[in-house]
């Protein structure tokens, strides 16, 4: 239970005290009226004794009663009502509440600070580890005061206004006080008047009630005197007078008002009285609306108080009192009560003025101190002379009828000892007693004569003597089996043997046990058993015994009495948290029981303490449908107290909480939040709008775009697909665009990217860089997209949903035009906002919202959150089996309840951790996000795809349209594209001058510019120049940004330029992503952005086609035109890699050209009738050409980036592989070929030793680039295409294979790990066995026969022309060396040998490039077949000192066959 104010051993003294009445003469309630007290609340407040009373026992001993108490009452001759009792303590419990702001009794028990006293949810639950040693030290110290004050007031209440009974004397009347004015006319006549009248209410048998304790009660004659405003000789003379006639010990004279009324505001006196009428008049400040309790009347119905004693309510008839006629707890009936005359005015109007006197009245304005001390001396002179007498008499009188009848020798008092010392007799069980409730004994009865004397002995205190005689009652009454008795006695039995000095036996609580099983079960009084429960709870409180006080009070909870079950069920609860463990849960789950009961009691604010209390224990426990049980029931009690915010935010918590309830009953938890907060609104419909908890925003998912949505394909027209809402976010990509973007901003900017460049982010998100402001464009929208969850199992309906956002005007140079205001809807001339006028969010369903902005004028937008209804669809949810209303499937939805309220977008910025503040501590950086600045207008640019493909074979090549659109209201310029994948695309340039389109090529609708070439260009090449320069793609720049040729380099607001774009698709197969971005400016130059871009990302799926492979060789031939050497071999080598999927029946060759600077083919050494060369699936051909080096007049006379391509056209149409978009390609290749990394050795080389490996190494270097043009026959849709491509091999050195795509390299195979010291790794500057043999060239010239006699001459000599070239650079020094022996395999398998004749060692020196012949003479002595290529080369460097020498390799046998003549 709860801390009490009083101990147990204070309460039960205080709960049963000598009752004294008191009847009044119509004078003498007079006088006290003047101080708007009666005579009882006169006395209430010195009712207590200050100093210790003695007395004697019958045995004579003196026994000591302290702090003893008597309460006078008036006379009541009708027993109250249970329905007014019942009244009274509702309004008792309902009047004593927690006091607001009151500083917070926090218990900590377990792993809970628990806010006790407090009816506001307050507490936080840290997470103690020695939480038994916490609660223990708070809970013994002066800090703890968990207590319930209105459970003490409901108990003293119940205590004091219990109606008195037959079977127990504890509340009868001991004594009567009669009370007179020494005003009145004839007092001592009054006085007889009065003795009169309380001996007929006694002694009548038409008065049953009250109770008295014996025949013969203790008359007390009170004579008042008014000291203002009375004789006061007059006065004494009266009490002379009624000394003589009463006795000095049954009269006393009681001087009051000694001072004037109009006098009563000069000085201040206490008011000791307020304390004690305010716990029993009870002031209804509020109107308790589900009330148990409603008074009939419409008279009495309207007074705020009900009086505990009823002494406000006195009525005279005829001079006589007659205020006992009506209890004060009577309900008032319809009729006019019986034996009063007009009772019922002159009541109203007492209770009337009792309820004024009570707001505001002063009391006691006509009592000074001295009168104070004068009602206490009179209170002692009372007790001590007239009621504790009698009370001594009376109870040796019992004692001495008891021993007389018993037959006994001594008294009660000693025999006792003996009576329980022997055998006891076993008693009989509860259940074997019979049901006899109903037995009544007679007044005389000797059984209630020992009841009488103990009773009196306990109001005194004497609790041995008592414990005596309730124990000997005990047995009596249960031989009799007279159950109410013996319930009684055993109840005072228990509480006499506790309050025993020195505890000489423990507290019987079996004895409690049996009572109140008998009252509640046998005798059916629910009153009795709840002031046994009471009781007892107190004393097994008092010896720490909580598990069994609680079982006590939970054991009485019942369905008659809903206040009292909620008042025991709460300090049940207190019982729990207060053993040695405390019992949180138990506590929490009590506290929740009786909340419910006060709820169907009418104590809506104890309910909701209650629950808020219990609530502390549940919260954040994971116990979701508790807490929804919870939160909802304190959510309807506060509405119901009119405590609006806190049911909005009880259900608040139910709606933002996972919630595992059912679909129907989260429907209901919202209904009721939308209900409660519509009235919350309309109490203040002007105010803010309020924050709503539905649906969830997750907000740092929002994402912020600027500018128009992506218009939809068109037919054939395909629109760019720049940046959208719908792209998801790839980290990867978002650097390949910012790459490109730097990369055409220094283009723009001549090669320095400006310091105020930032990249453009048209997205904005999560993972963008936000913590600049960004920049908006006037006119063009800005789409919010929000994120919103629904967690709920009903569908939420948001209508109206916009944008609240707060806008600052400016002018063109950036001052503020107005003040800042926030905005939602209107000002449509600043920003136009756009409203979704319904939005359904389904069940657990996430959805996004696209909310957008128009911006009308310059300045900085903040946009703050969405505004909108939030509602349910009516019939929507399915309940046991009941389907959606009719009429929700229309298309609209129909609204059951919305209200209308905002939720603000607040988006953390990104955790700072670059210095060691940010490291050390958490900081969190700026999210601008949905802070963009509104700058002036700037062109928008279009871009559409026409006949763009989307699948292409390996190097196809294929012709679409650009179309470029400027949809603003400005000029755009500099329009640039620039790509990672330069080689994917062209737009051409402007050859069309030189190359004339053929009607067949127009016809074919073919991509290239064609020429008609005669039969006789067959098989020879067709020689045209071009340089890189006018392609834009010279070595010396940066290739990918590519200038787009718009005319006059302007697109003028709402132009638009279609231009013609050739496409080739990549050497890989596969799907390839290729990402073009548009640059381009505004004519007039803004300030805050210099340019815009635009993007798109085509998607190709390619397809195998050819694979080309192409060697070179040195040609032993060394004649030419000109008679120079220098002539080479080209193999070009194709194969049909492509599958039938693609539907490609055959590969025609058309045409191989060659592009170089310094090679071109000549002719095509294997021309065959066939000239169409035709490739069906997995085929190869195999082409020979002969390659001879540019003409030098040609060379000298054209710049190094001239290239000149030869054509060798295999049908009857020449393609101009010098003009686009053949060059265009060509180029791109060639310039992503030039990117590649190169070799170490290529590098420019520093020493001269460097120098002369360089030279020999460009000996072996060819710059020689194949172009593999070809058509192919493509079956789609049942039609027949023809498709066209182009392949490139970049052949770089003799006799290495080249390929048109990147071979894929295998992985190398797993090593063991080698430990080595590192060396010297310095590159060799020794050119390798490979370069040096292509130094110098040897070809031999000779007769392929030779017929020689050899029976006329032995010896056939045959003249050899021995030809040295030198093919690099520098002056050669070149040794011959004759005398070579074969041993190679193959000059052995010729048969035989020769000799050379004449000199065996030649000695030559060769200029750059020279050619030198050597004749020689082969000696043969017989016939057959001589390999000549024996004669050793040397070579070294002219101005070299290290000599390379290695013998020249020949580059195949030179065979001679020698035959007889």
């Not at 109206?800 to 140079?813: A, G, T, V, Y």
């Not at 703050?864 to 009516?874: A, M, R």
């Not at 010396?1036 to 132009?1055: C, M, N, T, Y």
Request: proline content about 5%; aromatic content about 8%.
């Amino acid at each position: 239970m709860a801390q009490c104010v009083q101990s147990v051993q204070e309460l039960i003294p205080d709960s049963f005290v000598p009752c004294v009445a008191a009847l009044c003469s119509d004078e003498a309630e007079r006088l006290t009226r003047l101080n708007h007290l009666s005579f009882a609340e006169l006395l209430k407040p010195f009712s207590r004794l200050t100093s210790e009373v003695h007395m004697r026992d019958p045995n004579n001993q003196l026994h000591i009663i302290k702090n003893l108490k008597i309460a006078v009452s008036n006379i009541v001759t009708q027993s109250p009502q249970p329905g007014a009792i019942g009244k009274l303590l509702n309004d008792v419990v309902s009047g004593s509440q927690p006091a607001e702001g009151s500083v917070a009794n926090v218990i900590t028990a377990g792993d809970y600070d628990l806010n006790i006293s407090d009816r506001s949810i307050k507490a936080s639950v840290p997470w103690y580890s020695n939480w038994k040693d916490t609660f223990m030290e708070l809970k013994e110290s002066s800090l703890y005061t968990a207590t319930t004050p209105w459970f003490e007031s409901y108990r003293e209440t119940f205590l004091q206004s219990m109606p008195a009974s037959d079977h127990e004397f504890l509340n009868h009347y001991l004594a009567c006080m009669l009370v007179a004015s020494s005003g009145e006319a004839e007092p001592m006549e009054q006085f007889s008047k009065l003795s009169q009248e309380q001996h007929r209410i006694q002694h009548n048998s038409d008065y049953s009630y009250p109770k008295w304790f014996i025949p013969n009660t203790l008359k007390y004659y009170v004579l008042l005197h008014d000291v203002t405003s009375g004789d006061e000789q007059r006065a004494e003379s009266i009490y002379e007078e009624m000394k003589q006639k009463y006795g000095t010990q049954g009269c006393y004279l009681l001087k009051i008002n000694s001072r004037a009324p109009n006098r009563a505001s000069d000085e201040q006196i206490p008011d000791p009285w307020s304390q004690y009428l305010q716990k029993n008049n009870i002031q209804h400040q509020e109107s308790y609306e589900d009330g148990p309790y409603t008074m009939t009347s419409s008279k009495n119905s309207d007074s705020n108080l009900l009086s505990l004693d009823g002494l406000d309510n006195e009525v005279k008839v005829d001079g006589l009192p007659n205020n006992f006629r009506v209890h004060p707890l009577q309900l008032d009936q319809c009729g006019d009560p019986p034996n009063t005359d007009g009772s019922d005015h002159t009541k109203f109007a007492s209770v009337h003025e009792t309820k004024k006197a009570s707001t505001g009245v002063i009391r006691g304005a006509c009592l000074t101190l001295t009168d104070h001390d004068r009602i206490r001396q009179f209170i002692q002179e009372f007790t001590f002379r007239g009621l504790l007498p009698h009370i001594e008499k009376t109870i040796r009188q019992l004692n001495d009828q008891l021993i007389s009848r018993k037959g006994l020798s001594r008294s009660l008092f000693s025999a006792t000892k003996k009576w329980f010392s022997g055998s006891k007799v076993p008693e009989k069980s509860i259940n074997e007693l019979k049901n006899t409730s109903g037995l009544l004994y007679p007044p005389e009865a000797p059984e209630l004569q020992i009841r009488k004397m103990a009773d009196l002995c306990f109001l005194v205190q004497h609790y041995d003597l008592a414990y005596s005689c309730y124990h000997t009652a005990k047995k009596d009454f249960l031989n009799d089996q007279a159950m109410l008795y013996a319930a009684g006695a055993l109840e005072m039995a228990a509480v006499s043997a506790f309050l025993q000095p020195g505890a000489p036996r423990p507290y019987p609580a079996h004895y409690m046990d049996t009572a109140i099983q008998t009252y509640r079960d046998i005798c059916k009084n629910m009153v009795l058993a709840e002031r046994c429960v009471l009781l007892s709870a107190e004393i097994l409180k008092s010896q720490s015994k909580y598990s069994e006080a609680a079982a006590l009070l939970i054991r009485l909870t019942s369905e008659d009495s809903d206040l009292r079950s909620a008042l025991l069920l709460e300090q049940a609860a207190h019982c729990f948290i207060n053993m040695k463990s405390p019992m949180v849960r138990k506590y929490a789950f009590h506290m929740i029981l009786a909340g419910h009961r006060f709820s169907k009691a009418g104590q809506k604010k104890h309910a909701l303490r209650c629950y808020c209390q219990a609530m502390q224990v549940y919260k954040g426990k994971g116990w979701s449908l508790a807490e929804d049980h919870i939160n909802f029931t304190i959510g309807r009690q506060s509405y119901t107290l009119r405590q609006l915010d806190n049911a909005v935010s009880a259900f608040r918590h139910i709606l933002i909480n996972e919630s595992k309830q059912s679909a129907a009953q989260q429907g209901a938890f919202l209904r009721e939040y939308l209900y409660v907060y519509k009235n919350v609104n309309q109490l203040s419909p002007d105010g803010p709008l309020p924050q709503l908890p539905l649906p969830y925003i997750n907000s740092s998912a929002t994402r912020v775009f600027f500018g128009h949505d992506r218009r939809p394909a068109d037919g054939e027209k395909q629109a760019a697909t720049h940046v959208s809402l719908d792209q998801e976010y790839d980290c990867e990509s978002s650097h390949q665009w910012r790459e490109l973007e730097e990369h055409v901003v220094a283009v723009a900017n001549k090669g320095v990217i400006p310091s105020s460049f930032y990249p453009t982010q048209y997205c904005l998100n999560s993972h963008s860089d936000n913590s600049r402001f960004p920049l908006a464009v006037v006119e063009e929208p800005i789409t919010v997209e929000v994120a919103f969850r629904n967690p709920l199992k009903v569908p939420l309906l948001l209508s109206d949903l916009s944008l609240l956002w707060r806008f600052q005007p400016k002018d063109i140079n950036g001052k503020d035009i107005e003040t800042v205001r926030e905005r939602v809807t209107g000002e449509p001339e600043m920003i136009g906002t756009e409203v979704i006028s319904e939005f359904l969010i389904n069940s657990e369903e996430s959805k996004v919202a696209r909310l957008k902005l128009f911006p009308h004028h310059i300045g900085e937008l903040h946009i703050l959150g969405v505004v909108y209804n939030l509602g349910t669809i009516q019939g929507s949810v399915t309940v046991d089996g009941i389907g959606a209303l009719p009429g929700c499937h229309t298309g609209k939805h129909s609204l059951s309840m919305s209200v209308r309220g905002r939720q603000d977008l607040e988006i953390q910025g990104p955790r700072l951790n670059n210095t060691k503040e940010e490291k050390t501590s958490v900081k969190y950086g700026p999210d601008r996000r949905l802070d963009p600045v509104v700058t002036e207008e700037m062109p928008l640019l279009e871009v559409f795809f026409i006949h763009f493909p989307t699948g292409l074979l390996c190097g196809e090549i294929r012709k679409a349209y650009v179309e470029f659109v400027n949809v603003s209201k400005c000029p755009l310029t500099g329009l640039k594209v620039v790509s990672k994948r330069p080689e994917f695309f062209t737009f051409g340039v402007n050859t069309a001058a030189l190359t004339p389109l053929s009607p067949s090529a127009s016809e074919n609708c073919s991509a290239y510019k064609t020429v008609v070439t005669g039969p006789a260009s067959a098989g020879t090449a067709l020689v045209s120049f071009a340089s890189s320069g006018d392609f834009g793609t010279s070595t010396g720049q940066q290739p990918e940004a590519i200038p787009v040729p718009l005319p006059d380099s302007v697109l003028l607001p709402g132009a638009s330029v279609q231009l013609p774009m050739w496409l080739r698709g990549p050497d890989e197969e596969g799907v390839h992503e290729i990402n073009f971005l548009f640059y381009y400016e505004s004519v007039k130059k803004q300030p805050k952005r210099r340019h815009r871009i635009l993007r798109h990302t085509a998607v190709i799926c390619t397809s195998r086609s050819l694979n080309v492979r192409a060697t070179v060789c040195r040609s032993n031939s060394l004649e030419d035109e000109e008679g120079r050497g220098g002539n080479m071999l080209v193999f070009v080598d194709v194969e049909n890699t492509n599958t039938s999927e693609a539907g490609v029946k055959e590969f025609h060759m058309v045409q191989v050209s060659s592009s170089s600077r310094h090679w071109q083919l000549h002719k095509s050494v294997n021309t065959s009738e066939n000239k169409d060369a035709k490739l069906a699936s997995r085929e190869k051909g195999k082409f020979c050409f002969k390659a001879v080096r540019c003409k030098q007049k040609e060379a000298a006379t054209q710049s190094s980036e001239k290239y000149t391509f030869a054509d060798i056209i295999f049908g009857n149409e020449q393609i101009i592989s010098s003009a686009s978009p053949c060059a265009d390609f060509f180029y791109r290749s060639l310039s992503s070929e030039l990117k590649k990394p190169q070799d170490p050795l290529s590098a420019h080389p520093e020493k001269p030793v460097e120098d002369a490996v360089r030279l020999i190494q460009k000996c072996s270097e060819v710059d020689l680039n194949i172009v593999v043009l070809w058509k192919a026959y493509v079956v789609e849709d049942n039609k027949q295409l023809i498709v066209e491509g182009q392949h490139h091999v970049a052949v770089r050195a003799l006799g290495k294979e080249a390929f048109s795509q990147s071979q894929k390299q295998e992985p190398p195979e797993m090593e063991l790990l080698k430990f080595f010291r590192p060396e010297n790794t310095t590159v060799s500057t020794r050119p390798s066995v490979e370069q040096l043999s292509n130094l110098i060239k040897t070809s031999l010239h000779y007769p392929e026969s030779f017929h020689h006699p050899f029976h006329q001459k032995s010896l056939c000599l045959v003249p050899v022309t021995l030809l040295l070239s030198n093919c690099s650079k520098a002056d050669v020094d070149v040794i011959v060396d004759l005398r070579h022996k074969t041993t190679s395999p193959e000059a052995l398998e010729t048969h035989g040998s020769f000799t050379w004749l004449g000199q065996t060692q030649y000695k030559l020196q060769l200029k750059s490039e020279e050619t030198q012949s050597l004749q020689l003479k082969a000696c043969f002595v017989h016939t057959g077949v001589y390999n000549l290529g024996t004669p050793r080369v040397f070579a070294k460097l002219l101005d070299q000192v290290t000599v390379f020498e290695t013998s020249q390799q020949n580059s195949m046998p030179a065979l001679i066959i020698i035959n007889n003549a």
